[in-house]
């Protein structure tokens, strides 16, 4: 059974930074892709970043291009979004998923929040 945990988030100022973990479990992810969606209050979830596992290729929506990175560990079974220079408008729930390809999704975390405050 796949499980993904999501932790790190929180409230920060703008322009700060947190760090979000994925801890993955449940089967070799080694051919699959990994990814951060967010959220926020009323609006529809968004693509955020991707990377593959085996590759480290990586993704970005241009909202995040040059503020957030993303990587993994694999000995961890851990795939992190680096979030930089954060601003209000990045305020959401994120979510780690994982899925065959860049375009679909099929496990998701319970999702964790990050506050931004101006």
């Known amino acids: 059974q796949v499980q993904l945990v999501e932790s790190g988030g929180g409230l920060v100022q703008a322009g700060g930074s947190l760090r979000l973990s994925c801890a993955a479990s449940g089967r070799t992810f080694s051919r699959y892709y990994m990814g951060w969606f967010r959220q926020a209050p009323g609006k529809e979830r968004e693509f955020v970043a991707s990377?593959?596992?085996?590759?480290?290729?990586?993704y970005y929506s241009d909202s995040v291009k040059g503020r957030f990175t993303i990587s993994r560990d694999n000995a961890k079974n851990t795939v992190y979004l680096q979030m930089n220079s954060l601003k209000p408008e990045d305020t959401a729930v994120y979510y780690c998923?994982?899925?065959?390809?860049?375009?679909?999704?099929?496990?998701w975390g319970q999702g964790t929040q990050v506050t931004v405050s101006s």
């Open positions: 998923a994982t899925g065959d390809s860049l375009a679909n999704y099929n496990y």
């Open positions: 990377i593959t596992w085996a590759a480290g290729r990586q």
